[in-house]
């Protein structure tokens, strides 16, 4: 056995070792988060969330969401893929998790405004299309996001009187105190009927909806 081939032997252990342990770990990942949400089962939803599909619908897909997040802007697409598929089984919850600090925490003003003029998936979708323009602006993310909203046609005087009210920032602080009870760490984090989505695919996002809705179909 020469000595390049036992060099060869020694990295593919080590590699199979590596691939065991991050194994291990994923699935222990998992357990713990399944355990949480479990425990944590009334902080999942709260009657102020807002929600997008049918109301009575067996199926609820939590989304712990940026609106300044690029990968929650990029999931976007196939969230809304999965609720067409589905449009009476499912619905979207959306908790808003504010990762990016002031961007995140002006967008959220702004919807939560949105959604008292019942214009929440208008505006939701006009703050993703023109996120680069606002996000990762800081104290400036405001005036930016204004702007955008009053184009998807906000009215900026009622928007303003609900912002002076203060009752999306107390919605806000409920929402981060359920993500840290329910160990949310990163955005975007998904949850079907209460079961966490392994890792962000897409794929196994809808293959999860999937299987809950032939469950009920049963």
Known sequence: MTRRYIVFLAALAALAVFAAAIFLY???????ATVQASEQAGAMVRPHSPV?????AQVTIVEFFDPAC???????????QILAAFPRETRLVIRYTPFHRE???????ILEAARAQGKFETTLEALLDGQRAWAGQGANASTRVWAIAQAAGLDV????????????????????????????RG?????????P??????????????????????
């Open 70 to 80: 690029e990968a929650c802007k990029a999931f976007h697409p196939r969230v809304k």
């Open 52 to 56: 997008i599909g049918a109301a009575d």
């Open 187 to 195: 955005t975007p984090t998904f949850f079907v009927n209460g079961k």
């Open 103 to 109: 961007a995140s925490v002006a967008a959220v003003r």
């Open 157 to 184: 005087d009622l928007a303003r009187k609900h912002f002076a009210s203060g009752s999306a920032d107390a919605l806000l602080a409920q929402d981060v105190l359920d993500l840290k009870a329910l160990g949310v």
């Open 26 to 32: 994923q699935r222990h990942t998992l357990k713990v």
């Open 197 to 218: 989505l392994a890792s962000t695919d897409p794929d196994l996002l809808f293959e999860m909806v999937q299987r809950e809705v032939e469950r009920f179909r049963r």
